[in-house]
């Protein structure tokens, strides 16, 4: 199974291509492969979650500009022992 680093660098790759036939649609890439090009990104994440769980995989808009997020978003956990709390 690739990581999310091969995944980025594989679109990386087929980039040019892709913006060829697919621009403005969500591409979906796991293990170095593009799996779909998807209208809308709710479609992408159903199909990715639906074959792969929690991957890694990488969903990126074909034609925008990458998005950078800083670590505490990206690593936030959404579900623990503080989260399980009832209050």
Do not use: C
Request: hydrophobic fraction near 45%; charge should be negative.
């Amino acid at each position: 199974m690739a990581e999310l680093s091969e995944e980025i660098a594989a679109y990386d790759a087929m980039h040019a291509d892709l913006e060829a036939k697919y621009l403005g649609k969500w591409a979906v890439v796991h293990d170095r492969q593009l799996v779909g090009a998807f209208n809308t990104l709710e479609l992408a994440a159903e199909e990715a979650v639906k074959r792969f769980g929690r991957g890694p995989y990488l969903i990126r808009q074909i034609g925008a500009p990458p998005i950078s997020l800083p670590a505490s978003v990206l690593y936030h956990p959404t579900h623990g022992p503080d989260t399980m709390r009832i209050r």
